[in-house]
């Protein structure tokens, strides 16, 4: 098996069932929210609106906090809104295909049990 046809199929099980549809859908919402939020919204304070896509695509998106402290200090405010995005679709495509794994693997049969008439 090469690796497209790996990756052709990890994408078809983050797609082709109605969860990990619902779930792409939550977290591409939120994300729009998000950049709605940085940029026309004027807060005297700073918004908390980018946590919510980054809980919504836990666990991998968490990797961010294992990041030693200073990382990412000289980066340009442009390069890491880039890399919080990248981020957070890499980790919901990653989460939408294993819950589309799950499914699959839910529907079909048990071993050694007959089949229904």
């Not at 052709?8 to 919402?29: E, G, H, I, M, Q």
């Not at 991998?60 to 890491?80: C, E, F, V, W």
């Amino acid at each position: 098996m090469n690796i497209s046809r790996r990756t052709r199929t990890a994408l078809t099980r983050a797609t082709d069932n109605w969860l990990s549809r619902v779930y792409l859908a939550a977290v591409t919402a939120a994300t729009g929210y998000v950049l709605f939020d940085a940029l026309f919204v004027d807060h005297p304070d700073a918004s908390m609106a980018a946590v919510v896509p980054w809980l919504l695509t836990a666990p991998l998106s968490l990797l961010y906090t294992l990041l030693p402290d200073g990382t990412l200090s000289g980066t340009s405010t442009g390069a890491l809104t880039a890399l919080y995005l990248a981020g957070i679709a890499f980790a919901a495509l990653a989460n939408a295909a294993f819950m589309g794994h799950v499914v699959h693997r839910l529907r079909r049969p048990f071993p050694g049990t007959a089949p229904s008439a």
